[in-house]
């Protein structure tokens, strides 16, 4: 029997080769697998939630919180989203092989900039069978070679949809090692991998704040992360009321367990007698616990939790809300910028100046006016599907798709020129 490290080392070898034949397959090639999986999938939707219900029922045995539960979940519902997003990969533009600034030295050379895939993905995530299939296919569709190591308590929902997978990529002809995952529960698997320089050219973790804080601390190869989402909502003194109760009704409780829900509330206090007993009683319909400051249990009472300076900072993926009073919109950018995780944040006003004031000074992967912090996600932006969020600053920043997974190299073209 192999040893975990043995294994892996099979795993990362056999990603480096078929990460060679997909840096040269063509837009088509690379189409009619993503084409064949769909109908692969589609077939196998029974049996994929078969193994679903499988994990879930382990899952509840062993009392996984409700937001692990939610991202765990298939339903025909979210299963046919996973298959729109697919068909939506298939049509977006391959940006392979893209040649950009072009343009003559005085040499007579030209010089330009290719698009390339970046190689070998190495993919950890919690929960979400669904990332499965959009880690797998916008990595193919990227010219990438992916290894995906999902959670143990979602296996079998994991395995079902790789076993499509593989059937897809080998009716295409493409190698069944583009996409590998892996088959073992073992946490050192995650330590060989994050440590496989050779074989593995970027991590990308998906899940709870402890493991990405893992990943970036032991990982030797380059992470794409964001470690938590805490979002805020600023409803300015300026704002629509009609809009800015629906968004911030929709972006705490649309979905509690996510990274784009919104944690934080902060309302200008010009507007504060009349939006907030207004926006709590939706929220006491949706059974949502409120915590506030000083201003805000002023206006709403003792069903208001005291809010604590650690609230400031916390992602609750519940049905729990941070509110705070400020005095404008130098002081809730002031706040989000101290407390927030660079995630996401909006502003609900209509005054044209201070949203521009809001989009330049808040430091935030994605930062919307007047629509709700849940757009922040690859679907929604058109990527097709994201392989995840990042809220570094270097190489891709917010969510992740086909760009995100390729790099540029210079090329170089001539004519028989020499230097003098």
């Known amino acids: 029997m192999q040893s975990i490290e043995q294994y892996m080392q099979t795993v990362g070898n056999q990603a480096r080769q078929a990460s060679s034949v997909l840096a040269g397959t063509p837009t088509l090639v690379k189409n009619n697998a ?48 996973m298959l729109h997003g697919l068909k939506d990969v298939i049509a977006l533009t391959d940006p392979i092989g893209e040649i950009t600034d072009l343009a003559y030295r005085p040499t007579g050379i030209q010089i330009g900039k290719m698009r390339v895939p970046l190689g070998v993905v190495g993919m950890i995530y919690e929960s979400r069978p669904n990332v ?27 395995q079902a949809i790789a076993e499509a997978i593989q059937h897809g990529l080998k009716a295409s002809g493409l190698p069944e090692t583009c996409v590998q995952v892996i088959n073992t529960t ?174 330049t000074q808040v430091d935030s992967s994605s930062v919307v006016v007047n629509a709700s912090t849940r757009f922040a996600d690859g679907f929604e932006y058109g990527l097709g599907a994201e392989i995840g969020i990042s809220t570094d600053k270097i190489h891709a920043r917010g969510p992740v798709g086909l760009e995100g997974l390729t790099s540029q190299k210079w090329i170089v073209l001539g004519d028989g020129q020499i230097r003098q």
């Not at 504060?272 to 409120?290: G, H, M």
């Open 34 to 81: 993503l084409s064949a999986i769909y109908t692969a999938l589609e077939n196998s939707t029974a049996q994929i939630l078969a193994a679903n219900q499988q994990d879930m029922a382990k899952a509840h045995e062993n009392n996984l919180d409700s937001a692990l539960l939610d991202r765990l979940e298939l339903n025909p519902t979210r299963i046919k989203a």
């Open 132 to 158: 499965t299939l959009e880690a797998a296919s916008l990595a193919l569709k990227s010219g990438n070679a992916i290894i995906l190591r999902g959670g143990s308590e979602a296996i079998n929902s994991n």
């Open 186 to 359: 073992d946490r050192a698997a995650v330590g060989q991998l994050i440590t496989m320089t050779e074989y593995v050219d970027v991590i990308v973790p998906r899940g709870g704040k402890s493991l990405i804080e893992r990943i970036s601390n032991e990982a030797k190869i380059p992470v794409i992360k964001h470690l938590d989402g805490n979002c805020h909502i600023f409803v300015e003194a300026q704002a629509d009321l009609h809009k800015a109760l629906p968004i911030a009704l929709n972006a705490k409780t649309h979905r509690y367990g996510v990274c784009n829900a919104m944690e934080t509330l902060l309302v200008d206090e010009k507007v504060a007698e009349e939006f907030l007993p207004r926006i709590a009683e939706l929220y006491a319909e949706k059974q949502v616990e409120l915590r506030g400051d000083a201003a805000v249990k002023r206006i709403l009472g003792s069903s208001v939790v005291d809010v604590t300076e650690e609230d400031w900072y916390t992602e609750y993926l519940g049905p729990i809300l941070a509110i705070k009073v400020v005095t404008g919109i130098d002081e809730a950018i002031s706040h989000i910028n101290k407390y927030g995780s660079h995630h996401t944040d909006a502003i609900i006003t209509e005054n044209y100046t201070l949203a521009r004031k809001f989009l």
